[in-house]
């Protein structure tokens, strides 16, 4: 089956850039989503399609993907961006939507 | 205003079963695909099912065969079947769905517990 590896934890200063990375065989040739959630809430999709921004999502948040990686890259990292990051994917040769195992980004 | 929420989560011993539902509202939920996805207590997100428009069906490995997704749309509402309930179950369970031609899952419900326990 299909594996995303993300790293457990991203620590960032304030106003500072934050990247998150999503590791997958050719992930480049899959359509890459991302995921924000806060401690007892839904998650939140914050980029969709590799590098498209659902509305009401700040110009803040970016994506990127090629070759064995994806990344998340956070501009001018707030508080508020403290959050669990989550990757998906559709893998077809198994027909099953996959989820990378997370990433606690902290706000020092 | 689109809007799912959930119902049906509770209690349940090993082995027992339970339904859960998600009503939608704002949207149709035979327009696009639709998902259940589970966290457990600590834990990351886990995919566990999903039904496209066209009604064809997918299940995690660790659900196949235990779990059925379906969708009323009379009701406009999701379901998700869930028989011979593991201690590993244990969860909460969101329905998601896909909105318009954006990919991955835009609205999310606000999840109900499934707690499997003697």
């Known amino acids: 089956s299909y594996v995303l590896t993300q790293p457990p934890s991203v620590s960032v200063a304030p106003g500072k850039t934050a990247r998150i990375t999503c590791g997958g065989n050719?992930?480049?040739?899959?359509?890459v989503h991302w995921y924000q959630q806060k401690p007892g809430q839904a998650p939140v999709l914050v980029v969709y399609?590799?590098?498209d921004r659902p509305s009401g999502i700040p110009e803040r948040f970016s994506g990127s993907n090629s070759g064995n990686t994806a990344t998340l890259t956070i501009s001018r990292v707030e508080a508020g961006d403290e959050a669990d990051y989550y990757c998906?994917?559709?893998?077809?040769?198994?027909?099953?939507?996959?989820f990378g195992g997370g990433t606690k980004l902290t706000v020092l | 205003e689109v809007q799912l929420v959930e119902s049906g989560g509770g209690l349940v011993q090993p082995g027992g079963s339970l339904r859960l539902s998600c009503a939608a509202s704002?949207?149709?939920?035979?327009?696009?695909?639709m998902s259940w996805v589970r966290q457990a207590p600590g834990k990351g997100l886990e995919w566990v099912s999903v039904?496209?428009?066209?009604?064809?069906?997918y299940y995690a490995d660790s659900v196949k065969g235990r779990f059925t997704i379906s969708r009323d749309n009379s009701k406009n509402t999701l379901y998700l079947q869930m028989n011979s309930l593991r201690a590993e179950d244990t969860a909460v369970y969101y329905c998601?769905?896909?909105?318009?031609?954006?990919?991955?899952?835009?609205?999310w419900g606000q999840g109900t517990l499934v707690t499997v326990s003697s």
């Open positions: 998601a769905s896909k909105r318009g031609d954006w990919g991955g899952q835009y609205y």
């Open positions: 704002g949207f149709t939920v035979s327009s696009n695909y």
């Open positions: 039904i496209y428009s066209g009604g064809s069906t």
């Open positions: 050719n992930i480049g040739s899959k359509s």
């Open positions: 399609d590799d590098s």
């Open positions: 998906q994917v559709w893998d077809s040769s198994s027909d099953h939507w996959v």
